[in-house]
């Protein structure tokens, strides 16, 4: 009997010119090109992974931002599994293309699918206080599911952008629209009106430190449960998560991956706080 494989259509937005095509490049074929010919319309690219000793297959749609093409770019949105909204961290304007897209996204689903935002180009300068401002100042910020900061040149992070898709792809819960909590002990988090989080490093991860302070300085506001979790140790905890690149955080629902800093930190954790206690306050 022939096996079958689970089939998921990804669909990558943003504006012209932030790296879409380079960042599926590099997660398909490994290779990087200084410039690419602007995506007219889409382009098909696929990979098979291995979640859960299950073959996922992943239809990666490439749809092309230039303005000219963006009302006919619509279409292809139809059938989407997840999505993947790229903007340059060079340029902050970026960030705001994203309502757009996750706006024209949501009327032609009506339903909820994972969504992650994914920071390009980290390895140029930029002002990381207009990149938090910009992100903490947009309204669609609440709707995204996970954030990674990647380079397709130098291919950080970028592996971490499909995994963590993957993996929110075998825990959703279409009706309720977020991923399924996962079985962690956070020694009676969700009772006590704590934030869940789960902080993946080791003790080679040069941006662990820094960015685990960050999250810290943030307990004054917020009462969190911060579980540690060092994945030389903790091997089957990092397999089981997909963990690829450190710092991970997971906090409530949501995934970051990379370096941030306090502003995106609160506002993310604003909202996991506000969405699983709300209600119970």
């Not at 291995?50 to 009302?71: M, P, R, Y």
């Not at 980290?122 to 990647?150: C, P, Q, Y």
Request: with cysteine; charged share 25%.
């Amino acid at each position: 009997m022939r096996s079958t494989v689970d089939c998921r259509k990804i669909v990558v937005l943003g504006s012209p010119n932030v790296g879409k095509t380079s960042i599926i490049q590099r997660y398909v074929h490994d290779q990087f090109k200084d410039s690419y010919a602007a995506t007219l319309g889409f382009n098909i690219y696929t990979r098979y992974i291995t979640i859960a000793d299950k073959q996922v297959g992943l239809s990666i749609w490439d749809v092309g931002g230039q303005e000219a093409f963006k009302k006919f770019a619509f279409r292809y949105l139809i059938e989407a599994d997840a999505a993947i909204f790229v903007s340059d961290v060079t340029k902050p304007e970026t960030i705001d293309d994203l309502v757009v897209w996750n706006e024209k996204l949501d009327e032609i689903l009506n339903r909820k699918i994972p969504k992650i935002i994914l920071f390009n180009k980290i390895d140029m300068d930029f002002d990381f206080n207009l990149i938090s401002d910009r992100l903490t100042e947009s309204k669609a910020r609440a709707e995204f599911h996970g954030m990674v900061f990647a380079s397709a040149k130098t291919g950080q992070n970028v592996i971490d952008i499909f995994s963590m898709i993957a993996k929110m792809l075998t825990s959703w819960n279409e009706t309720f629209g977020v991923p399924k909590k996962q079985m962690i002990n956070f020694n009676g988090a969700f009772e006590d009106r704590s934030l869940p989080i789960v902080f993946f490093s080791n003790d080679s991860c040069t941006w662990c430190k820094p960015v685990l302070e960050c999250i810290n300085s943030l307990s004054a506001e917020f009462p969190l449960d911060i579980k540690l979790v060092n994945i030389d140790i903790n091997k089957d905890l990092a397999s089981e998560y997909g963990i690829q690149s450190l710092p991970t955080i997971i906090i409530g629902n949501k995934t970051v991956v990379g370096d941030s800093d306090e502003k995106i930190f609160r506002s993310i954790i604003t909202d996991e706080f506000f969405r699983l206690f709300a209600e119970k306050i």
